[in-house]
């Protein structure tokens, strides 16, 4: 068998979001969809691990029909970093520096003081994260490869946003 040398400078974004671990900034885990069968403590779930109460402790099952924690641990990548075209990205930052200044980001609900249409809907909120929010997105990677927003200035439309990119740096996960 012959054996492949990858280079160490080569970062291969993870794709395991909802699956391995979970954005804690969307509602605390309620798109995890992971196969895990055990809590925290190692006993045998009755239920799936889930969080569809949004509990802030993260996804939970029954246990002799207590609810237990499952230990699932929170993604870092694409929260507290952008990673890949940036439309995974489910962070906080939102607003962004133009000319040495600091403008806070328009929300995507409204159209004031730019008129836009990538607004919250079934598919902007599970693909790309719009929500009735102000935090930045990339709603469209086919023109730029890092999250960005509208601002609430009218004399700059929009900007991207200071968010680091995922690299080596960075853990997967945070328990």
Not at 106 to 127: E, G, K, L, M
Not at 151 to 169: G, K, L
């Amino acid at each position: 068998m012959k054996k492949i040398q990858i280079s160490k400078s080569v970062i291969l974004e993870p794709v395991m979001t909802n699956m391995y671990c979970y954005k804690d900034t969307e509602g605390h885990g309620t798109s995890f969809a992971g196969y895990q069968d055990k809590d925290i403590k190692g006993r045998k779930c009755d239920s799936p691990c889930r969080n569809s109460d949004a509990s802030p402790q993260g996804p939970h099952c029954k246990v002799a029909g207590m609810d237990s924690p499952c230990g699932i641990p929170q993604c870092v990548w694409d929260v507290e970093c952008s990673g890949g075209d940036g439309t995974g990205y489910r962070g906080l930052v939102n607003s962004v520096t133009a000319d040495g200044e600091t403008i806070v980001c328009q929300a995507w609900d409204r159209d004031s003081p730019h008129v836009h249409f990538y607004h919250p809907s079934q598919y902007n909120t599970a693909t790309f994260g719009i929500g009735h929010h102000n935090y930045c997105r990339n709603p469209d990677p086919r023109s730029t490869l890092t999250p960005w927003c509208y601002t609430s200035s009218f004399w700059v439309r929009s900007a991207p946003c200071s968010v680091s990119t995922c690299d080596a740096s960075f853990p997967y996960f945070k328990f």
